[in-house]
């Protein structure tokens, strides 16, 4: 097992174009989050899927923001009509659930996004 | 998840043991305490946690005041490779699935 994967690891793109990220998660992880970061700040929350089930979002993730995991293993971030302030870090990470809530995440290396 | 509050950053010299202070003063009774670490160009990666008692493992040790209300993550020996933002989260075992929320965390720079 290679960890999470993501693909791809920059972007670099115009204002107003559509950009798509893909998150693959340690197997037989069902748990999957996705964060945003930004320059000297902490990761923040984006959304979470248990196996296919989209679960939770945060306000963060406008409209133009779309994230799916059709069966359960890889997952899509889809951001439509970028606008410069999508420019950060979007980070991946997997869990396996645990009963206590309590399992470890694992981080992929994230795809940096950058709008012109 | 309950809010930590931590230094913004910190300095070590290379080999020597750092201490790295959370404050969580509103941390409830099935809060776990997490530390995670993010190099440089890095996704953050899962360091070490606890509940009550102090914590060991190959990366750092967790130490845990008796009321729960602040923890130390020591790294016994610093080495350039430590240089990271070092994260505190408090996660709620009880009920079901809760977010995990990170904080700014601690720049932590190692001197040679």
């Known amino acids: 097992d290679t960890g999470v994967s993501q693909d791809p690891r920059h972007k670099i793109t115009k204002r107003g174009q559509n950009v798509t990220f893909r998150c693959d998660p340690i197997s037989e992880h069902n748990r999957l989050y996705w964060y945003r970061q930004t320059l000297g700040q902490g990761p923040e929350f984006l959304t979470y899927f248990q196996n296919e089930a989209q679960l939770e979002k945060s306000r963060l993730l406008s409209d133009r923001f779309s994230a799916e995991r059709p069966k359960g293993s890889f997952s899509t971030l889809e951001i439509q009509r970028t606008e410069q302030g999508d420019s950060a870090m979007y980070l991946c990470?997997?869990?396996?659930?645990?009963?206590?809530?309590?399992?470890?995440?694992?981080f992929g290396e994230g795809s940096r996004l950058t709008v012109l | 998840d309950a809010k930590t509050t931590q230094p913004n950053s910190m300095e070590s010299n290379e080999e020597e043991p750092v201490h790295l202070p959370c404050n969580h003063s509103?941390?409830?009774?099935?809060?776990?305490i997490h530390w995670y670490r993010q190099l440089p160009s890095q996704g953050p990666e899962y360091v070490i946690h606890?509940?009550?008692s102090n914590v060991n493992n190959r990366m750092a040790s967790l130490a845990i005041a008796e009321d729960r209300k602040s923890s130390t993550l020591i790294l016994h020996r610093a080495t350039l490779r430590d240089a990271a933002v070092y994260y505190c989260i408090l996660r709620d075992s009880s009920g079901g699935y809760q977010k995990v929320t990170f904080g700014t965390g601690t720049k932590l720079q190692v001197i040679p």
């Open positions: 990470a997997s869990s396996p659930f645990k009963g206590l809530n309590t399992g470890e995440l694992f």
């Open positions: 606890g509940l009550t």
């Open positions: 509103t941390i409830s009774g099935t809060d776990y």
